[in-house]
């Protein structure tokens, strides 16, 4: 197991000089030119050439690539052009709203759409599974800004059950930090939810015609011992491959959400670094959540190692 480890861990090196790659043209594939974007309409040709010589665009490509990627292996992530702070503080500054939106969001998903799927598998063709794929159909056609805004007006304005914006530190007490999250959780794991349901119900419904869950049911076994111990463990790969892969989802999905619930997270600086142009924040966080999502995609390929032995080899 330990061999398979560090084989997945050394090809995860090349996906990242990829990305870095990728990241770093940023700056270069922008339509127009990004010193001129920056220094607005009114700005002397002074001013682009200074800005131009502060991005490094003056220099050769390969060797601008270089310098940025020596700069980032060592943690240092650029210089915000706006606020001249630098990217790494910015980040700290906002990465707990956005993780705690994450795994809150994460571990409702899961508790709800798994069993969902296993439920809906089980009562295959009858109301329950129309239901409940009904409401994955729901989930995966509304939009997360729509769903957002009606369970803001619904459970903050006119019920007034929970704030309609902003974030709470985990630092201020649990109560309010997760009052302030249930709203944007619901909101970002709708799709989530669907996703995840669809999957275990489809993957549960192979595992439930094979052989050995008919000889539990012969030996008298209970019914959600056959579904979730015997059953779902069996069919727990495709379903650990739709978490990792829907964690892009959340990634995605936290810009608007935050954007639509005043969450002062990544996705918030995302949007504001997008706006006004400031790239080393852009190459930063994405840099950065890109390097997290082939860390999760590694966390799922040890995952399968666990439940199915054979695939280490």
Do not use: C
């Not at 295959?124 to 056609?141: E, K, L, P, Y």
């Not at 080393?280 to 190692?305: A, E, K, R």
Request: glycine share 8%; hydrophobic share 60%; charged share 15%.
């Amino acid at each position: 197991m330990l061999a398979f480890i560090v084989r997945r861990i050394i090809a995860t090196i090349p996906v990242m000089g990829f990305v870095a790659l990728f990241v770093f043209s940023l700056l270069y594939i922008a339509p127009g030119d990004p010193a001129a974007v920056i220094a607005g309409d009114q700005a002397s040709p002074a001013d682009v050439e200074r800005i131009r010589a502060g991005l490094g665009l003056d220099r050769p490509y390969l060797v601008r690539f270089a310098e940025w990627l020596f700069r980032v292996l060592q943690g240092d992530l650029g210089t915000s052009i706006f606020t001249s702070l630098p990217v790494t503080q910015l980040i700290a500054q906002r990465i707990e709203p956005t993780v705690s939106l994450m795994v809150v969001t994460l571990f409702f998903a899961i508790i709800i759409a798994v069993p969902m799927g296993v439920v809906a598998a089980w009562k295959a063709n009858t109301w329950i599974d129309r239901v409940a794929m009904a409401f994955a159909v729901f989930g995966f056609s509304v939009p997360v800004f729509v769903v957002g805004y009606l369970l803001a007006y619904v459970f903050a304005l006119k019920l007034d059950w929970f704030p309609v914006q902003g974030y709470t530190p985990l630092s201020a007490g649990f109560g309010p930090w997760l009052e302030n999250l249930v709203l944007p959780a619901v909101t970002l794991g709708m799709v989530y939810i669907a996703l995840i349901a669809r999957i275990t119900r489809a993957s549960m419904l192979e595992v439930l015609q094979q052989d050995y869950i008919r000889t539990a049911r012969s030996k008298g076994l209970a019914q959600p011992s056959i579904l979730f111990i015997h059953a779902l463990k069996n069919a727990a790969i495709p379903v650990v491959t739709v978490i990792g892969i829907g964690i892009a989802l959340l990634i995605g999905g936290a810009v608007v959400t935050e954007s639509v619930f005043a969450i002062p997270g990544l996705g918030r600086l995302t949007v504001d670094a997008i706006l006004r142009r400031d790239y080393p924040v852009i190459q930063g966080v994405v840099l950065m959540f890109s390097f997290v999502y082939v860390l999760i995609n590694l966390v799922v390929d040890i995952i399968y190692t666990l439940l199915d032995p054979r695939i280490r080899y």
